[in-house]
């Protein structure tokens, strides 16, 4: 869609035309007008001028020591400074000379005056008047409108174009798109609805992790239906005048109207629409509580809005006031969630599309690396891929440089003067074979990918990449077990192989006592809790935040068990890697020499290290 930007001149435009006019009036108008002005000569000249009885009027002031006088026919006036002349009067009287009995002005003092003060003047009121009239204009007419467009609503206005963005540029949200469909439909044909006397939702919520594609979707809507498309953000109604949030609500609505049908999209809904505070202590959110009562009589007051449907973003539905999202304003609830295997690859392929790759991508094999991933991280994945192919001086990216973009994302560029001692190196190689063992020995693990130890940016010296084989809904209990007992797996390989302990498994730690922590208390699976929630989440689009519902004592024994939990399955990884360390010390060596290997690499070691043991028992 284009976007179209109403022109609007600021306002040093018209002080710079105000500036041009009074420069034009001094330098050739005023001067036109004034005439001449007097004229500074010698005393020898006066002389000559009286000699020659071409004396007019003259005015002599002995306060300024200067002598003011005209010519015959009073056309030129002349000045001059004072002499010790004792027969001045007396010649002055022989050629015919007029004595003033009044000071002799500049002729174009009045019009000096009028032009260099009072003009000025009345052209910046002028202007001023007239800008203040057509600010009041442009935000919504009346008495009450604010200059400076503060009454405004400033939202982006997108019209009608055939070349903008459709549902078929949009992958990875199949089912949010059959939501949004029917959404479309209604505007081709409204009759259809009408006449079995449906009506459609007046709002559409879209909910989701950053990045899923929300604000792309609305757009898509818009784009389909090929109807005008007011986009504007929520912190855009947000003023320091009490009042102003209000205004361009109204001014929003009433653009939208006159432009029906049509579709307003409000982003990050939830800077305006949080939860009323209770009490009516309303403290410094008196101007957010007048702009969401302002939207909420806009979307559902006694005046319709017929052919206005309006779409919103959030990432935080649990923070929405519930007059806003009950039945009548936002009627449907759309979510958009992170894109699975087959999503992800139909978004790769979009975003490859605008790229040069080499042929035969294996589009499946980088969905997979890349699970968890939203479709922003992928497209961010893939233009990571194009600039690592350019570094390399290639003309098209390969399916290496996808899965090298992946790592680039998840754990950051390679340091190039991170250099770990042999020491260090060597401890680094036992602790990611120790979690890549301990994963391939238990059942129901997802297959190892990769193995480095090169240090990144992030901080990581070195990463195990596990992938599944395709989508993941639900975990067992046996599964998070040996997850954890994988995120051990790094620490035992330190203690048996090395003897000692190292900083290296802090990320490590912090992910087993999650998991732990979780299936305890919001997985009920601990028997002596059993299906007790002792755990609320809040904001699970923005990370998840977790607080615990339960009593001190409560807490502490969930504490015990977690430490419990932890240990059982850190003893059983150290134990795994205790009966295979002649396989530990073999991938560890390999992994030193090579830095980087592969899950086939690694797997074949292990495999071949099986059979020389099976072969030599």
């Known amino acids: 869609m284009n976007e179209v930007r109403k022109p609007r001149k600021p306002l040093i435009f ?30 020898g000249t006066f002389m000559s001028m009286i000699e020659e009885k071409n004396i007019g009027r003259v005015e002599i002031s002995e306060s300024e020591n200067k002598i003011v006088f005209t010519d015959r026919s009073e056309n030129e006036y002349y000045s001059t400074a004072m002499v010790d002349d004792a027969d001045l009067t007396d010649r002055l009287y022989s050629s015919g ?33 007239y800008m203040s009239k057509k600010m009041m204009q442009k935000a919504g007419g009346g008495s009450g409108s604010m200059m400076f467009n503060m009454g405004k609503s ?16 949009v992958e990875g949200v199949d089912e949010a798109e059959e939501s949004l469909a029917e959404i479309v439909d209604y505007l081709h044909n409204p009759k259809k609805y009408t006449e079995i006397g449906a009506q ?4 559409i919520l879209l909910v989701g992790p950053p990045g899923t594609g929300k604000t ?42 006159e432009k029906a049908p049509c579709i307003i999209f409000i982003d990050e809904i939830d800077a305006i629409g949080g939860k009323r505070m209770a009490g009516g202590m309303s403290g410094g959110h008196d101007e957010r509580e007048q702009t969401l009562n302002q939207l909420l009589t806009e979307m559902d007051g006694f005046e319709g809005n017929t052919g206005v449907i309006i779409l919103a973003a959030t990432n935080r539905p649990e923070a929405l006031d519930p007059a806003l999202t009950r039945p ?64 390399a001086g290639r003309k098209m990216a390969t399916q290496a440089d996808l899965e090298e973009s992946i790592e680039v994302v998840i754990a950051g ?52 990449m596990q992938v599944d084989e395709g989508n993941h809904y639900l975990m067992s209990k046996e599964e998070i077990e040996n997850k954890i007992a994988t995120f051990t797996g790094g620490r035992a390989a330190e203690e048996v192989a090395v003897g000692s302990v190292t900083t290296g498994a802090s990320n490590d730690i912090e992910q087993a006592t999650k998991l732990a922590r979780a299936m305890i208390t919001r997985f009920g699976m601990s028997e002596d809790f059993g299906m007790v929630a002792l755990e609320t989440v809040s904001n699970q689009y923005l990370g998840g935040d977790a607080s615990l519902a339960c ?61 020389k043991e099976n072969n030599n028992a």
């Not at 000096?112 to 009345?122: A, E, R, S």
């Not at 990884?573 to 090579?594: E, F, G």
Request: aromatic share 8%; glycine share 6%.
């Open 97 to 129: 000379a007029k004595f003033s009995g009044q000071v002799i002005e500049e002729p174009s003092f009045i019009l000096n005056l009028l032009f260099t003060w009072v003009l000025p003047i009345v052209i910046f009121i002028a202007i001023g008047q």
């Open 200 to 203: 459609m939702p007046k709002g």
């Open 154 to 169: 400033n939202a982006k206005i997108y019209v009608k174009s055939s070349n903008g963005i459709k549902f078929d540029d």
């Open 551 to 611: 009593s001190a004592d409560t807490a502490s024994e969930i504490d015990r068990q977690v430490v419990a939990l932890v240990k059982a399955q850190y003893e059983k990884a150290k134990q795994i890697i205790k009966d295979n360390k002649q396989k530990l010390d073999k991938l560890a060596q390999y992994l030193y020499m090579h830095e980087t290997i592969t899950g086939e690499e690694f797997m074949d070691i292990l495999t071949r290290t099986d059979e």
């Open 216 to 257: 792309m979707l609305a757009k898509a809507v818009a784009g389909e239906a090929n109807v005008p498309f007011f986009s504007i953000s929520g912190s855009e109604f947000v003023e320091m005048f009490v009042g102003m949030g209000a205004s361009k609500v109204r001014d929003l609505f009433k653009q939208a109207k």
């Open 14 to 43: 018209y002080y710079g035309i105000v500036i041009l006019v009074i420069i034009v009036f001094n330098s050739f108008i005023m001067p036109w007008l004034v005439g001449q002005k007097i004229k500074e000569v010698d005393y």
């Open 413 to 464: 560029y390679q340091k190039k003067n991170a250099i770990l001692t042999d020491k260090e190196k060597m401890i680094v190689a036992y602790h990611e074979v120790g979690h890549a063992l301990v994963a391939a020995m238990q059942t129901n693990s997802a297959p190892v990918q990769k193995i480095t130890i090169v240090p990144r940016t992030s901080g990581a010296l070195g990463y195990t």
């Open 328 to 391: 009548g304003r936002f009627d449907r609830r759309v979510p958009v969630e992170l894109p699975d295997l087959k999503g992800r690859e139909a978004i790769l392929k979009v975003h490859c599309k605008k790229i040069k790759t080499v042929p035969n991508i294996d589009f499946t094999q980088v969905a997979r690396m890349a699970s968890g991933a939203s479709g922003a991280e992928l497209a961010n994945i893939v233009n990571e891929a194009a600039l690592r192919a350019v570094r």
